[in-house]
């Protein structure tokens, strides 16, 4: 059996076996600190093959740079043995939502999330700290680059260990206002950009004060070529200094813009649009276009008069016009002055057109005075880059409506979250690492229930405390997770009973699975036993038992979902097979058993399920009998089954 690394992937690993594979000559070996032999690159050899310009040193070149920039990369690439506790008291529909609600440092779960999320999300919506210098920033502790400011700042003792908390308020006063911020945004943003759909988007809520910043590192991570809006929210502040402040921006980029399918339109009505054949002249130079038989006409005509607009012929190159049961009956290369050539002819190759407003076009048809003109749909496809009518104070009312009183400082609505979501379709999943209020969780719920989709939303947050002398800690809210989760429960009922006469509302998924971000299942000897010394029974018994103190079975199933590659919305099922606890996950493409005991009539029932994957811990085998038997009992009736262990 393969034991289980139980630890995300190391991403520069990753990096290297990915360029070794175009540049397999790059590939060597060298000593580490350690002593040990590892794989490294040959930058000369790279050098070689790139056959570019290569910038070293001190040598002059545009870049963007900040102290321990170096270090927030290292950080977003390492990996996390970090694990996902399930905890089904706090949860709604535990057993049948398909929405998650995760608790703990942002960075750390998309670790854990790009095992088994890679390029699956859809759509990213955040909002992080603006860094007003009233507001915090997310503490990272870098393993390195930070010596200095770490010996400075109080923030750890000598030994390394954290002496704050993982929130720090980034005052204007200090020295690294802009530099914490941009370590706190720079990793996040590059594993968020991992979890991305090749179509899919990430928008960004920010102000004036790091907007530039955030615009030049996601220029970086992102590309500049895929960056698709930076919209203007015109939400109603009125703080200011020497001018009103009545906007803030929300940043939006593509993971790949090329493959970015066009926002979904609305409304069904079809219009006859302009004339798309205009008079020749200087703006309007001739050139050819192919019409293939099949086009439609408004005439039964055989023969077909063609114009620029009134009386004024149209020069026919190649073929003659001649229609039947008002279509174009063979294919004719006509030469004119065509308004929107590049919009015919991708209509011509089958491809999707939209017109210069944004509108579906349907087809395109020849009048019966031989106008060419266009039918098109209704509706503003392209959401405009200025949002107007939506205020901050609609974000407050709409939360204070829910929970009763005002709990959290200037929330997002739900209906910005929504003016940037067109382009997510049922099934797909919506992300928002800074969940705050679960604005986007309320967002997506609503859409659905508009539109009957099945759309899913994954919140995380810190569970950042909340003031004593706040009005939400009052109303019994003691950290920032207790108002997002209570909000979902809330803004879940209140869709439903709004929209109890639309049909399958009642299958509308207004529950959510609560994980919280904890150490590993497994107690350190796991990752590290030749470090741990045996000197007592009670030492020998950690290393026989190496589940840490405390964990469920369940605990240990939602660490292995990743390594399975199963979302951890996965459907979960419970049976008892001959006295023991085995979990069957996706109608049995997981089988896993962490009871002690197991025996051979357990592994040969769950080998006879046949599932892609069987999990069991190292501690569960009653007898070396069974240990020697049990590849045996696979073999025999499910030899394909993956078999791992913890």
């Known amino acids: 059996m393969e034991k289980l690394k139980l630890h995300t992937t190391d991403m520069a690993e990753r990096n290297v076996e990915l360029l070794g594979q175009t540049f397999p000559n ?68 535990f057993d049948n939502t398909e929405n998650l609600y995760i608790e703990g440092d942002n960075l750390e779960v998309l670790k854990l999330l790009r095992e ?31 010596a200095e400011f770490e010996a400075q700042s109080g ?70 070529h895929n960056l698709i809006v930076n919209s203007i929210w015109v939400n109603g502040r009125t703080s200011a200094s020497h001018f009103t402040t009545a906007h803030e921006y929300v940043i939006g980029y593509a993971k790949c813009a090329t493959k970015l399918p066009f926002f979904e339109y609305k409304g069904d009505d079809a219009t006859i649009s302009d004339r798309t054949i205009k008079k020749p002249g200087p703006k309007n130079p001739l050139s050819e276009i192919t019409f293939p038989a099949g086009i439609d006409f408004e005439s039964d005509d055989k023969t077909f008069p063609l114009q620029f607009g009134r009386n004024e012929p149209v020069e026919i190159t190649n073929g003659t016009m001649i229609c039947e049961n008002q279509k174009l009956k063979e294919p004719i290369t006509v030469k004119a002055a065509w308004a929107m050539a590049d919009m015919i002819k991708s209509w011509l190759k089958g491809e999707t ?25 209704k509706g503003t496809l392209h959401p405009n880059s200025v949002v107007n009518g939506i205020s901050t104070k609609n974000g407050t009312l709409e939360v204070e409506a829910l929970l009763g009183v005002n709990v959290f400082s200037f929330p997002k609505p ?47 947050q810190l569970p950042e405390l909340t003031d004593e002398k706040s009005e939400a800690y009052k109303a019994g809210y003691k950290n ?54 045996i000197q007592t029974t009670l030492a020998f018994d950690a290393l ?51 009871d002690k005991e197991i025996n051979e009539a357990v592994i040969t ?29 696979f073999n025999a009736y499910s030899k394909e089954t993956v078999r791992r262990i913890l």
Not at 117 to 133: A, C, E, Q, R, S
Not at 610 to 629: E, G, H, L, Q, W
Request: overall charge negative; charged content about 30%.
């Open 26 to 93: 790059c590939l060597t070996e060298t000593i580490n600190a350690d002593g040990k032999l590892v794989r490294a690159i040959d930058f000369d050899k790279l050098r070689q093959e790139l056959a570019c310009e290569v910038v070293e040193g001190a040598e002059e070149r545009y870049q963007f740079t900040w102290p321990d920039k170096r270090a927030a990369i290292r950080l977003a690439n390492a990996p996390t043995n970090k694990t996902l506790r399930p905890c089904r008291e706090e949860s709604v529909d």
């Open 116 to 146: 088994n999320y890679l390029g699956k999300v859809k759509m990213i919506y955040i909002d992080p700290p603006y860094n007003t210098g009233n507001d915090f920033v997310y503490n990272d502790d870098f393993a390195q680059g930070k």
């Open 155 to 224: 923030l750890f003792d000598e030994e390394g260990r954290r002496m704050a908390d993982p929130m720090v308020q980034n005052t204007e006063s200090n020295g690294r206002f802009h530099t914490d911020w941009l370590n706190m945004i720079y990793p996040r943003l590059k594993v968020a950009k991992d979890l991305l759909s090749d179509d899919g988007v990430i928008f960004i809520s920010i102000n004036d004060c790091e907007c530039d910043n955030l615009m030049k590192v996601c220029n970086e991570i992102f590309g500049q």
């Open 353 to 377: 057109v939209y017109d210069q407003k944004g509108q579906l076009v349907s087809r395109f048809f020849f009048k019966e005075n031989g106008v060419l003109q266009y039918e098109k749909i």
């Open 414 to 460: 739900s209906e910005l979250v929504k003016y940037y979501m067109p382009m997510v379709k049922s099934g797909d999943i919506v992300l928002d690492f800074f969940s705050g209020s679960a604005t986007t969780a309320h967002a997506v719920m609503q859409l659905n229930a508009e539109d009957g989709g099945n759309r899913r939303f994954i919140m995380v």
């Open 480 to 533: 920032i997770c207790e108002i997002g989760k209570e909000r979902i429960r809330r803004a879940g009922r209140k869709i439903k009973e709004e929209n109890a006469s639309k049909e399958g509302i009642e299958r509308l998924d207004v529950g959510f699975r609560v994980l919280k971000l904890d150490e590993s299942n497994m107690a350190d000897v796991y990752y590290t036993p030749a470090d741990t010394p």
């Open 544 to 594: 026989v038992d190496n589940i840490r103190e405390g964990r469920t079975a369940e605990d240990l199933l939602f660490q292995v979902l990743p390594e399975c590659n199963l979302p951890l919305s996965s459907k979960i099922e419970i049976r008892e097979i001959h006295g023991k606890k085995v979990f069957v996950v996706e109608d049995g493409y997981l089988m896993a058993c962490f």
């Open 605 to 633: 029932a769950i080998a006879k399920e046949k599932p892609y994957y069987f999990v069991m811990c190292d501690r569960s085998i009653a007898t070396d009998n069974v240990a020697d038997n049990f590849d045996q009992i």
